[in-house]
């Protein structure tokens, strides 16, 4: 889920239909209230974040992102006109992780995303957040609306796959090397029991875990 932050309503649905068209979720935001009530609910993998907009404006929401326990990790590429370059700058020195200037081209948006994505999915994260589904990577702990989740070694490795690419379609041949490894030979079927007993313990959240039909597993929402 990538969540957009943008007052100019034809700029927001032509970045929205980009992403989706590269395979991402998106919701956009006219103003930083409505933002910040949707990222009490849910975390996203990523913030485009305008500069210009009405009350808070771009500087001061990531301000709010990067000094936020749960939000300081999270990813944003910010978004100004090519006169306020400077305050582009002042987003960098804030934790913004990459800036784009007005008009730009849906390829290089696109790029810039998928670049950010890809440091950002790298970097060793102590706690991931997905839901009501929390876990510290730290101390191996995951909890399911505050209640403990006891998992197996693979059962943690799966879930934590998953959490770090929430909302991407992950194939069986990529899910069976990030968790088995090259090296593993068994049959598919493990992985289909892995998933059930997952989901078992995950309880009513194991519901995100979506069965992709012929291709794999994706954790969602919708």
């Not at 485009?48 to 001061?60: A, Q």
């Not at 994260?125 to 995951?142: A, N, P, Q, T």
């Not at 088995?180 to 959240?205: C, N, P, V, Y």
């Amino acid at each position: 889920m990538i969540y957009i932050v943008e007052d100019d309503e034809n700029i927001r649905e032509m970045e929205s239909y980009a992403l989706k068209n590269s395979g991402f979720e998106v919701i956009g935001f006219g103003e930083g209230k409505s933002f910040f009530a949707a990222i009490e609910k849910r975390i996203p993998l990523l913030v485009v974040l305008d500069i210009m907009l009405p009350g808070d404006d771009g500087l001061e929401i990531l301000k709010k992102i990067k000094t936020g326990e749960k939000t300081k990790n999270l990813p944003v590429i910010m978004v100004t006109a090519k006169t306020a370059e400077i305050d582009a700058v002042k987003g960098l020195d804030g934790g913004a992780d990459d800036y784009i200037t007005k008009p730009f081209g849906i390829m290089e948006f696109i790029s810039r995303v998928k670049a950010v994505l890809r440091r950002s999915l790298k970097q060793e994260k102590d706690s991931l957040v997905f839901g009501e589904i929390f876990m510290d990577d730290k101390k191996r702990i995951v909890t399911v609306s505050g209640k403990n989740c006891e998992l197996t070694y693979k059962e943690y490795e799966l879930l934590k796959y998953f959490m770090s690419n929430e909302s991407m379609v992950l194939s069986r041949e990529m899910i069976m090397d990030k968790v088995w490894g090259t090296d593993f030979e068994g049959e598919s079927r493990t992985l289909d029991m892995h998933i059930k007993t997952l989901r078992q313990k995950l309880e009513d959240a194991g519901k995100y875990i979506k069965t992709v039909r012929n291709v794999g597993y994706k954790l969602d929402m919708n």
